[in-house]
């Protein structure tokens, strides 16, 4: 079992940056995937970028070349760096575990205005 919880949301102007933090509460280490998924309203939850145990990464097509995903396995943390936000980012950002069962942390709102 992981308690997963995301920081770092906020609002900000288009073109600018954010990074989202999901802490972990036990160690990431042996955990399969971690990811990032957001849902807008009125909209499906999706998923933006994860990353496995052994560093491989998985980006959606809208925020490659802008997001990167990223874990510090020494902090039970994954972070989620967003550059050139735009306002169509603008969503609440979820973070995942995949183990055995799914894991999902509460969620961070990304607001970014034009």
């Known amino acids: 079992q992981v308690q997963l919880v995301e920081s770092g949301g906020g609002l900000v102007q288009a073109g600018g940056s954010l990074r989202l933090s999901c802490a972990a509460s036990?160690?990431?280490?042996?955990?399969?995937?971690m990811g990032w998924y957001r849902q807008a309203p009125g909209k499906q939850r999706e998923l933006v970028a994860s990353i496995t145990s052994g560093g491989t990464t998985n980006y959606a097509d809208s925020v490659k070349g802008r997001f990167t995903i990223s874990r510090d396995d020494a902090k039970n943390t994954v972070y989620l760096q967003m550059n050139s936000l735009r306002p169509e980012d603008t969503a609440v950002y979820y973070c995942?575990?995949?183990?055995?069962?799914?894991?999902w942390g509460q969620g961070a709102q990304v607001t970014v205005s034009s």
């Open positions: 036990r160690s990431i280490f042996s955990i399969n995937s």
């Open positions: 995942r575990a995949r183990m055995n069962v799914i894991y």
